[in-house]
């Protein structure tokens, strides 16, 4: 599946009922060229990794220099990303080839978000959306079956877990949600995202399949990760007493990264340049929703 920003920023609106109510702001934003020219204004930067630190396996030029600076000037910076598909040791490990030295317990991802929402459902039998080959790291605990082309898998688990959709397909969606209209069961999301920025242009991620089976088995998902608060609660235990006027959510995606910030209450940055809005007017686009951001930044 193929498809444009404006096809994409489409569908994220056609699924506002279902993502948080946007809280409304007087003012309008302000332009910069990159993060370093509004740095003075704040000590914590949280920042989506597609579309701000890379666009699929590439950094953005420029910004593994900008975060060093950064944390050399004494900033705060931790990565709030819905990357569940990923091991955490593996997006370590990725971070490091593309040139960031972050700690691993601030890298917060909607996997450990996820985990973290179960609350008490460990012991239930989960199918499980992703890639075989992506690995079962950070999920050892769970009792889990793939979810692929045999239909006993579906019908045999209690709850659906939907992390990575890399090879899904549209056989396995039928079957998921055949199962779902037969027997209801949790849907828990790791992935909010409907699309994600590549070198190529759009993947289709979790968020995607996961508002489709709501819509057609009236099943109304658990999500985890932007822009729901559960990943930011998680960043906010991470950073322990911060003043939260001085916290800058960077993001590329108004309807996940500006969306969520608004939604706890920090400031937040739109990303133009690259990722999401790359060769498209990101001002139409923060017209249209209604999701305004302190500032639309051209490059991190």
Request: aromatic content about 8%.
């Amino acid at each position: 599946m193929t498809l444009s920003t404006e096809s994409a920023f489409e569908a994220y609106e056609a699924v506002r009922h279902r993502l948080p109510t946007v809280v409304p702001t007087d003012g309008g934003y302000r332009h910069a060229s990159t993060l370093a020219d509004i740095a003075d204004e704040f000590d914590v930067f949280l920042l989506d990794a597609f579309g701000v630190l890379n666009i699929g396996e590439a950094a953005i030029p420029g910004t593994p220099e900008r975060i060093k600076a950064l944390t050399g000037d004494g900033k705060r910076v931790l990565v709030v990303s819905n990357a569940a598909g990923f091991p955490h040791q593996a997006l370590m490990e990725k971070y490091s080839r593309l040139g960031y030295d972050f700690a691993p317990e601030d890298v917060i991802t909607s996997r450990v978000t996820l985990l973290a929402g179960l609350n008490g459902r460990h012991d239930l039998h989960w199918g499980l959306m992703a890639t075989r080959s992506t690995g079962l790291r950070d999920l050892e605990d769970l009792t889990l079956t793939y979810l692929e082309e045999d239909p006993a898998a579906y019908d045999d688990v209690e709850g659906f877990l939907l992390v990575g959709s890399a090879a899904w397909t549209e056989e396995r969606q039928a079957l998921l949600e055949d199962a779902l209209n037969k027997r209801p069961r949790p849907v828990l999301v790791g992935n909010p995202d409907i699309v994600a920025p590549r070198e190529t242009g759009f993947s289709v991620e979790p968020g995607h399949f996961a508002h489709r089976l709501a819509d057609r088995t009236g099943i109304v998902p658990e999500f985890y990760g932007k822009p729901f608060p559960d990943i930011f609660d998680l960043a906010f235990k991470r950073l322990g007493d911060v003043d939260r006027s001085r916290v800058l959510m960077v993001g590329d995606s108004l309807h996940t990264d500006i969306l969520g910030a608004r939604n706890v209450g920090i400031s937040s940055a739109l990303i133009a340049r690259y990722g999401f809005f790359a060769g498209y007017d990101a001002k139409k686009a923060v017209l249209a929703a209604g999701i305004v951001p302190e500032f639309i930044v051209e490059r991190p």
